[in-house]
């Protein structure tokens, strides 16, 4: 999934998205970077990748890269390997399912544990459309998400609810980060700057020499990645 224009931007970030399987991560993938919702989406293999660019309040523009991990116990060592270098994480559980809230502490460590202390997080309460069926109450998920210093959002995959705005918010914590200092573009993992400076310079002559035929890329571990998910 790439959606133009791919090259026109000021920083690229990589994010995760992780939870337990079937709370929706593939939809918000899904819903996010092509905008459309899949209701039959198959259980993810491995990971799926995504990729769209942003605009942000400050005018900044980013590109997210952002990687749907498997939430199958079995991949857990696979997904594992691509939180690495992540700089931002979405932690998705699903609100009418409470054990995928439970679970959660289990996800926050793992990403902790995998990648650096400067990554920013936020919490998503995937399936808000789906309010006679809650089980985990808004206001418990809000104490999670402050004691444990998140971000924190209900979504909806469905109907497009708080599905861009996560990815908004997460983001621009990372950039207030770069703009007071608190993380160095130049050398943090997750974190490339554009090549809309450097990849196009002017020849004596007036055109536009291409310094690169690469696209700007965060490396991903060498593993399989196949499947589609939730």
């Keep these: 999934r790439f959606h133009s224009p791919m090259n026109n931007y000021d920083y690229l970030f990589k994010f995760i998205l992780i939870g337990d399987s079937t709370v929706g991560k593939t939809c918000v ?24 660019v942003l605009k942000c309040k400050s005018g900044v523009t980013v590109r997210l890269q952002v990687w749907d991990t498997a939430g199958q116990e079995s991949f857990r060592s696979i997904t594992r390997s691509y939180y690495r270098g992540a700089i931002g994480a979405l932690l998705v ?23 650096n202390h400067n990554i920013g997080l936020v919490l998503v309460g995937n399936k808000a459309d789906l309010e006679t069926e809650r089980q985990v109450d808004k206001e418990v998920a809000k104490t999670f998400a402050k004691d444990n210093n998140l971000l924190f959002l209900e979504t909806s995959a469905k109907n497009g609810q708080n599905i861009e705005k996560i990815f908004q918010i997460l983001s ?24 809309e400076n450097n990849v196009a310079q002017k020849t004596p002559h007036g055109s536009a020499k291409k310094e690169s ?10 593993v399989n990645k196949s499947g589609c998910c939730k």
């Design 172 to 195: 621009e914590q990372i950039l207030a980060k770069i703009e007071s200092g608190l993380i160095n573009p130049e050398t943090e993992l997750g974190i490339k700057k554009g090549r």
């Design 93 to 115: 559980y699903d609100i009418t399912n409470s054990a995928s809230f439970d679970n959660l502490p289990g996800w926050l460590k793992d990403s902790l544990d995998a990648t």
């Design 29 to 52: 993938l899904t819903r996010f970077v092509d905008g459309w919702f899949k209701a039959d989406s198959d259980p993810t293999i491995g990971v799926e990748f995504g990729s769209k």
């Design 213 to 222: 035929t690469d696209d700007v890329a965060l490396e991903a571990p060498k």
